[in-house]
């Protein structure tokens, strides 16, 4: 027998229900009773879902958030929202994010992802076919075209026409890109704000930064590990243990092709074939490859502070979408996965939406495409966060590139050609990692997490000279180089991919006083194609300023012990002359290099 949710018939003000969501905890309650609602609460149920994914059903746990004064007669947007990688409908984050947009009038959905929680099914990494899948099984529920499995059906959710619910999705990490990959099944999707992801997982766990999407990086093995480690051990207990979940034995919670790339990963070896299906797999579950198929309004937030997802990856998706055609605005934060959490940025453990920058722009995209409020100012197409002033910068379009400088010979990095001095320089590898850029485990144990550092001989940087006046960096440096290395050209034709060089180039600010300060700790692994070419490196956005005395410091190191990095040891030369030189250009919105 079909059952409904009990609804009341008051309705109060917005402003009402803002200041009581807030000020009380939630009450949760049975449909049948709905007391929280009577008394101005917001009303939580739990539910459970049986929904298809690409051939197969999974079990889906969710949690209904229902503001009070929402019923048939005066229907609500609906939010849909799920965990990060790890966590589950009830961790902090994703209770948070529930309660905050109910407590703003939104019908709010809060799941467990598959494979996390007790949702059932394999983790499968945000696979349109399955977990893009499972979520329009939730979005047909919000339609009221079909029910939870214990039969409770809702008729509550503002709708643009008969099964097409007016809904927006919001999550971060893990919960981000099952957004794209839920718009790319299903188009009744209004509004997507996904926050710290991915565009493309083969650049993520695997980056090279050149222009070659044929090679593969070096292997990102402390974040991916970790992930791989946190998947593999997720309770088993009792309440938990749905036999969907289980995998093959080294494989408990995963699918198969997500356990065979970190496994091929693992061994650092990239041979032909198994290294093409590792690509096409981990491409293939990423917006890389169907960001042709979104076309609901998008807001792409994303962390400067974030070795995992660089703002490189939501560049990638907000240009592809804006490409395409669809309604695409990004902001660049202060915190992403490696922290940099800062006073009055939006934090939705705390609920302060309306108080924060990106708070109030997500706010306001929801209010343009699920309240369909036509006039309501989105902001620009670009902001960004500076920690040298305050508040955000603000764009029409991510900056250009604009100044162009010169690897000169003498280790100097000059604004002319015709200032390059004529030299070589080397380093070379040792068998063990010799540079640091960060640690994700450190925090996981507890321990603090050295400086970055760089051990002489096995890396080479190019100064400016002391800046006369600040410099605002905000976007994606490009550096050209050639190198040499007569011992990596004699392996570079093996039939593993593995055997190519592997370096590192990464910014640095050195002050008056000599101390350096990688910016936001990031880097730009390579795995060169062809040492006897030129070849391209797009290193991390940021947006930084080098104040006036100091130095920016372009530099290439021999390893990262963050990453697998080369087979063997392969010293590298980079030689410059006036009329054949490495060049490094920079995205400067504020100021010029001397």
């Known amino acids: 027998m079909t059952r409904r949710l009990a609804v009341p018939r008051n309705r109060k003000p917005l402003a009402a229900v803002l200041g009581a969501a807030l000020a009380v905890p939630l009450l949760a309650t049975t449909p049948a009773t709905a007391s929280g609602a009577a008394a101005g609460q917001v009303t939580v149920i739990a539910l459970k879902f049986t929904v298809g994914t690409g051939g197969g059903t999974c079990a889906v746990d969710a949690d209904l958030y229902r503001p009070p004064g929402v019923d048939k007669a005066h229907p609500a947007p609906a939010v849909l929202t799920t965990n990060g990688f790890g966590g589950s409908k009830s961790d902090g984050s994703t209770t948070a994010t529930a309660r905050a947009f109910a407590a703003r009038g939104y019908v709010t959905l809060a799941y467990s992802g598959l494979g996390f929680g007790k949702s059932g099914c394999p983790i499968s990494l945000d696979a349109p076919a399955i977990d893009g899948r499972a979520a329009s099984?939730?979005?047909?529920?919000?339609?009221?075209?079909?029910?939870?499995?214990?039969?409770?059906?809702?008729?509550?959710?503002?709708?643009?026409?008969?099964?097409?619910?007016?809904?927006?999705?919001?999550?971060?990490?893990?919960?981000?890109?099952?957004?794209?990959?839920?718009?790319?099944?299903?188009?009744?999707?209004?509004?997507?704000?996904?926050?710290?992801?991915?565009?493309?997982?083969?650049?993520?766990?695997?980056?090279?930064?050149?222009?070659?999407?044929?090679?593969?990086?070096?292997?990102?093995?402390?974040?991916?590990?970790?992930?791989?480690?946190?998947?593999?051990?997720?309770?088993?207990?009792?309440?938990?243990?749905?036999?969907?979940?289980?995998?093959?034995?080294?494989?408990?919670?995963?699918?198969?092709?997500?356990?065979?790339?970190?496994?091929?990963?693992?061994?650092?070896?990239?041979?032909?074939?198994?290294?093409?299906?590792?690509?096409?797999?981990a491409r293939g579950v990423s917006p890389v490859t169907y960001l042709d198929r979104v076309e609901a309004p998008t807001l792409l937030i994303q962390g400067q502070s974030d070795t995992l997802f660089n703002l490189n990856e939501a560049t990638a998706t907000y240009n592809t979408l804006k490409d395409n055609g669809t309604p695409t605005k990004m902001i660049w934060q202060s915190w992403g996965h490696s922290g940099g959490h800062v006073p009055g940025e939006l934090d939705l453990t705390q609920g302060n939406l309306e108080t924060s920058y990106t708070g109030r722009r997500v706010l306001s995209w929801f209010d343009r495409y699920l309240r369909e409020r036509e006039h309501t100012d989105t902001g620009p197409a670009f902001a960004y966060y500076r920690d040298w002033?305050?508040?955000?910068?603000?764009?029409?379009?991510?900056?250009?590139?604009?100044?162009?400088?010169?690897?000169?010979?003498?280790?100097?990095?000059?604004?002319?050609?015709?200032?390059?001095?004529?030299?070589?320089?080397?380093?070379?590898?040792?068998?063990?990692?010799?540079?640091?850029?960060?640690?994700?485990?450190?925090?996981?144990?507890?321990?603090?997490?050295?400086?970055?550092?760089?051990?002489?001989?096995?890396?080479?940087?190019?100064?400016?000279?002391?800046?006369?006046?600040?410099?605002?960096?905000?976007?994606?440096?490009?550096?050209?180089?050639?190198?040499?290395?007569?011992?990596?050209?004699?392996?570079?034709?093996?039939?593993?991919?593995?055997?190519?060089?592997?370096?590192?180039?990464?910014?640095y600010d050195v002050a008056p006083d000599g101390t350096k300060t990688l910016v936001r700790r990031l880097i730009a692994p390579v795995r060169v194609p062809d040492v006897?070419?030129?070849?391209?490196?797009?290193?991390?956005?940021?947006?930084?300023?080098?104040?006036?005395?100091?130095?920016?410091?372009?530099?290439?190191?021999?390893?990262?012990?963050?990453?697998?990095?080369?087979?063997?040891?392969?010293?590298?030369?980079?030689?410059?002359?006036?009329?054949?030189?490495?060049t490094l250009q920079l995205p400067i919105v504020s100021g010029r290099l001397n």
């Open 137 to 281: 099984g939730l979005i047909d529920f919000l339609a009221g075209t079909r029910a939870a499995d214990d039969g409770t059906r809702i008729d509550f959710v503002a709708k643009d026409r008969p099964g097409d619910p007016r809904v927006g999705m919001i999550g971060g990490s893990y919960g981000g890109a099952v957004q794209l990959a839920t718009a790319a099944v299903d188009h009744r999707v209004d509004a997507l704000v996904p926050m710290i992801t991915w565009h493309d997982l083969s650049y993520a766990l695997d980056p090279n930064n050149v222009a070659d999407g044929k090679v593969p990086g070096a292997f990102k093995w402390q974040w991916t590990n970790g992930f791989y480690l946190m998947g593999e051990r997720l309770p088993i207990t009792a309440p938990n243990l749905d036999p969907s979940r289980w995998g093959a034995l080294g494989c408990t919670h995963f699918v198969p092709d997500a356990c065979q790339t970190i496994g091929l990963l693992n061994s650092g070896s990239y041979p032909a074939a198994p290294t093409a299906a590792m690509l096409r797999y």
């Open 532 to 582: 006897s070419k030129p070849f391209t490196v797009a290193l991390p956005g940021i947006a930084h300023r080098y104040e006036a005395g100091h130095r920016l410091e372009f530099a290439i190191a021999a390893s990262d012990d963050a990453y697998l990095g080369n087979k063997g040891v392969k010293p590298v030369t980079v030689v410059s002359a006036p009329g054949d030189t490495g």
């Open 389 to 507: 002033r305050s508040g955000y910068g603000e764009a029409s379009r991510v900056p250009p590139l604009s100044q162009k400088v010169y690897l000169s010979g003498d280790g100097k990095l000059v604004d002319n050609r015709a200032k390059v001095a004529r030299g070589s320089r080397t380093y070379t590898n040792s068998l063990v990692p010799t540079s640091h850029s960060e640690s994700s485990l450190a925090g996981t144990v507890g321990l603090p997490d050295p400086a970055p550092y760089d051990t002489p001989g096995t890396y080479l940087g190019w100064d400016t000279a002391p800046l006369t006046a600040p410099v605002d960096v905000v976007g994606s440096a490009k550096a050209t180089l050639k190198v040499s290395s007569p011992e990596a050209r004699r392996t570079q034709k093996s039939k593993d991919a593995a055997d190519k060089l592997v370096l590192f180039a990464k910014l």
